[in-house]
Structure formats: structure tokens, C-alpha cells
């Protein structure tokens, strides 16, 4: 049965002490509520500090989460974890922690799939479904947070990197990260948010103006008009050029190095020509450009280049004088490029699901 208990997140601060002022509590009680949830808490009467009745009313008024963990699955022994999450209304979403020595990461999703349809990816071959709310989107770094704290980890970065195009779902991901940020949530510094854009050009601008200087990545993935209007089909729309100009505006305004996020595919984008073109776009710019080996994709006619050929393009890069990395391939094992749980599901191969 559907459970119509809204999700005590979808409360903004106000409203919640609003809620607590016609139930005799004091505002501060929101605080404390808040605090249980960041700490990983999945029931209201979890909240020992709280009174019981008040628990009790909340449990009867609201619901702790609205997502519910239909999949998971695990790679790098235990380093990566990928959960799908069903929403309210049925679309599902997928969200990935990432466990490094000094940070554990969370790649969050903003939408159920996407609208852009980028031909390599995953996401981009289902039907795109809904916009996130922004509670939705925090709910995600929520569950994280509890994983990592029974495992004696604090959840310290977020990247806008899972499925869905977040700029597409402006108001609820600025909305989302305003929360994430909030000190008094899970006081995520802006600077450790990454949200990413395939190049939605007014929404950058719109986002420079915020004053929440997170780190914008773009995903560019070719230099080239032509091979990026096949790439990155919004490309038709926002030409790399203009693109990268606002990109930079945004670095200028922010104070922020642009990292410029590069899915390296065998053949297509991954040549010497690709290589110049893209090392003339960046000249001179605050900017960062990380390399991402293709994660492959069933159904789809791209492949990753091999380790040298990978090495080769980033010696090129470095070569003229841009910042570059490669990431690493976190992931594989747990269907980790966006999307990839979420079809195996749909497949019901549940062999590759725990
Ligand atoms: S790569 Fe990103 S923008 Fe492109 S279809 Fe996939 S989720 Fe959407």
C-alpha cells in the first residue's frame, strides 16, 4: 500500500519548526532531528533526545526517508557500493560510495534517467522519467552518510555524476546542495560538491550567481563541434566554444578550477588529432581536464582504449602545459557507469544483484 506520510525531508528548516511550533516543541527540537538523520538514524524512534510523544507524532505525520534500497551491488572489495533506490511513484534511481584512504565519496543521481541521451551511456538509453525533488537528491547523501558512519566513515565529498542531468533539474539540485552544505544537515563543504553539466549554458551563468562555489564539471568529451554534437547531442544547441567561455566565466566569478571530464573512447575521441584540439580549447584556462577510460556499455558500439593509448593522450595533454589526471576505474564489477544497475535490474538478471 502507498504510504502518503510525506518524507520529513521535503520539510524545508522553516517549515519543520513550524510543525514543531503547533506540537508544543521547541525549534531547536528540528535541530536534533536533523542531526539524527545525518548521523544515520532511519527510524523517529531512533531519536532518544527527543521526547516520545513528539517521536510518536512524527512517526504518525512523516516518514523518515521516501527512498527504498531495491539492489545493491558491490565492487573493489567492498570499496565501491552501488544502491538502486526506488522512488515515490515507482522510477528508480542509483547511487555509488566510493571509499578512498583520506575521503569516501558519494556519485548522486538527480534525475530518473535523463533527457540528454549521450550515446555511450547508460542512462541515456531509457526512457527518461522524472526530475528529482531536492529531498530525494538528499536522501541519497543521507543513506550514504549512515552506510559510512557504521563503518566508522564520514560521507566528505558529493559529485552530481550519476544518472540525470542536473543543470535539467536546476531549482531542486541548487535547492539540494544549499541542504547538503547545511552545517547543520551534513555540513558538506560547497568546495567538496562537484555538479556536473553535459552544457546547459544559462544554467551555468544562473549558477555562478549563487554564491555556492561548487566545483563545476563539464562533461566535454570532444573539441569538436561535430564530434560533440554526435557525443553530446545538447552540443546542437550549446556549441563547445560558448560552452567553454561560460565554463570559464564561472571560474572567474567563483574562484573555482573547472574540471573538464573526458570519457575516453577507442577510436573516436581518443586521437592525437582529439588531443591538440582539445589542448587548443583549454589554453591558458583555469581548468582541469580528467581523463575517464570508457566503463563499457552493452547495446552500444563504443569501447575503452587500451592502457597505452590512454597514456599516450595524456602525455599529449600534459604536454601542452594543461592540468590532467585519469580517474580511476572505480566500479566496474558494480556496474558503475551510470545507469548500468539500474538496466541489469530492469533485466532481471539478478545474478549480477546481491
Ligand atoms: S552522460 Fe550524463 S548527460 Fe549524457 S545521457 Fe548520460 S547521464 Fe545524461
Redo the contacts with the bound molecule.
Sequence with gaps: MTDLRPPILSLSAAELETWLAEHDAPAYRRKQVWTWLARGATTFDAMRDVPRSLREAMEREFRATSLRPVAVSEADSGLTTKTLFELDGGHSVEAVVMRYTERSTLCISSQAG?P???PF?A??KFPFGRNLKAHEIVEQAVDAARVLAAEGRRLSHVVFMG???PMANYDSVVDSVRRLADPELLGISPRRIVVST?GLIPRITQLSEENIPVTLAI?LHAARDELRDVL?PINRKYPVRDLVDTAQAYAGKTGRRVSYEWVMLAGVNDTERDARELGLLLKGKHAHVNLIPFNPVDDTPYRAPERAAIRAFRTLIDAQGLNVTVRDTRGREADAA??QLHERVMRNDQAAVS
Excluded: P
Design positions: 535523463c540528454i541521451g549521450c551511456c542512462t541515456g544518472m540525470g542531468e553535459s562533461s553530446v551510470c545507469g
